[in-house]
Each structure stands twice: as C-alpha cells, then as structure tokens.
C-alpha cells in the first residue's frame, strides 16, 4: 500500500464529521462507510466516539469535509479511507489500534435479488453500488467486486461448454499461478473457476480474484470476483452460489 503526504492524497469524494473532530480537537475513534448519497460522497462517516444519542441526533451537528481536512487532525485513518469499501466499520483501541467491527448495523445492509436478463438472477448485498461497464455489468463497495459478462454459445449445451472452459482454465494454468481451481453442480447449472492473486500498480495492493464461469445450455454467464482481503474468499464464492438461471 502506498503511503501519501496528506495534501496528495487522492480524491475519494467527501467525508460527514462529527464537528467534536473538526472543531472541538477530538481525534476520530469510530468510522464507517455507508452506502454513498451521491456521487460525490465517498460514504465515510466520522465519530470521535463521544457523541451522545441527542448530539448525534441534531444535523448541525455534522458538516461534509475534503478528506485531507480530517488526514490533518489524525493520519491514522489515511490508508482506512482509502482502501477500505462500502460496509466497513472501525474504531480505535486504548493503544491508537484500528480494529474492524464486524457487528455494527448499517442502514443499507440486506440483500437484494438483481434481474440481471430473463433467466439469470443474482442475490447480492445492496450495500453494492451498480455500474454498467460497456457490455458488462458491475456490482462494487470498493475493495470488493463482480463482474459480469454474458457470452452466447448458441446450439451448445452445457457440458460441451464446460469442456471448452476446463480446457482454457488448464491452458491459463500454464501461463499464471492458479491457488485453487473450483468445479460446482447447482440444479441444472455447471459451474467451474479459478483463484488467483494479481497486483494493481496504481494502488501498490495485491488482490484476489476468481474468475469464474456459471454455465447453462446455449449460454454462458462469466463472472469475476475481486477482492482485497482473503478473508473474503467466502464472500466471493457465496456469491457465485447465489447466481441463478430460469429455463
């Protein structure tokens, strides 16, 4: 990860304070990241864990910020603002330690089924923000994200398409490190995959990925699955599990 002076660090879009930060020389203790408002809110919101329920209650009592302003009352937060996505939630120890909590209700936490044609469907969390990318589709909170692409295969049924995968997943296994290969039988549907590690230069951060293929007859649903921390594996691949096809 890289390390950034605070006046170039890069623009996330806004963050909400609590004014006991920003104007009453408290240090930031408790942040989360919600669903963003608009685009120009990156959905950081900042506590200094003293707030009580009637403080917090009074919207005066909160204004929207440039990031670097935050960054210069505690650099601590610098790399969690930047690297951590939609659904984060952390607060500060005794010992100025970030630590993640993992039980903190957030308002736009459920899942949500998306129609993505007649026939495929994926169960996903709203946290998600939707973003179509040319010809494909893409789920993201930020350090977590599908991808999905849908490819014709018209005339093949499933098994002669999964073949054709296995081949090209065993082809790629000579030209990159393959962690773990995946295959899966779910009602009529094949599905077969690939773990693998990749590195962003811009971010200076390695980061997962499976690359994954959810497979009917006459058609094929590709899916990519990115993700920063390997503890979201599990997530990655639950959410492979909840893609679905209607004949």
Known sequence: MRNFQINDFPNIGAVMSSKMV??????PNFIFREKPSNENDSGWRI?????????????????IYDPKTILKIDETIAHLLLYKGIGSVWEKTTNNEWIEVIDYPLEDDFMVEHQLTNEWTLLLNNLFIKKPEGNDLMFTTGDKTVRLTLLNYAGKQKEAICEEKEQEISKRGLEID???????????LLKIGYHIKEYDAQRDLEYHLICAFTIADNTVLQNFFYFDNEKDLEWALETWKKISYKE
């Open 47 to 63: 506590f200094s864990g003293f707030e009580s329920d009637e403080y917090s209650e009074n919207p005066n009592n909160f204004g």
């Open 178 to 188: 393959i962690i773990k290969r995946y295959q899966l039988k779910q009602d009529h």
């Open 22 to 27: 920003t104007e009453e020389n408290y240090k």
